[in-house]
């Protein structure tokens, strides 16, 4: 199953997140209080280096909600991915915490994932310079991160198809 996330810069301190899968789709706020943006790179970096577990929370701007995904590594080449929906701050990052919607399950393959999220953050770079994104978003551009995870796509022949 193909999996796939879109992380769009809107607004000042506002990105739209898109995730689709098959005949699932939502769309969510994400705000610039927490740098999803390097916390999505960086998931797909410590997938790559055998992390078996990584969790990803996306705050909205106007909402109390939180949605996070927590990626679970099954094998060498699949990935199982959960979308919750936690209604609590409180609650959001607990893995073992129960008061939590389950919006999505699914898996797809390690490879697909990592690419997607180097994708992402690679247009975010291509579209804005770094101070334009700093000045949109409030922090620096994860660039140091986007080129590790380029560095091991390669190192894991992950860039050919």
Known sequence: MNIDFSYILEDKCLAEVKFKADDYEIKFDASCLYDSLYTLIDSARKLLLDKKVVILPFFGR???AIYQFVIRKISDEVVEIELRLYKDVAT?????SREYEMLFKGRTS?????KNAYDIAN???????????????????????????????????????
């Open 110 to 114: 390690l490879k697909h994932y990592v």
């Open 92 to 96: 959001y990052n607990r893995i073992a």
């Open 62 to 64: 106007t909402s109390s």
């Open 123 to 161: 247009n975010v770079r291509n579209k804005y310079t770094l101070d334009e994104y700093q000045k949109m978003w409030g922090h620096q551009f994860p660039e140091e991160y986007l080129n590790k995870l380029g560095v091991l796509i390669i190192e894991c022949e992950l860039d050919k198809d």
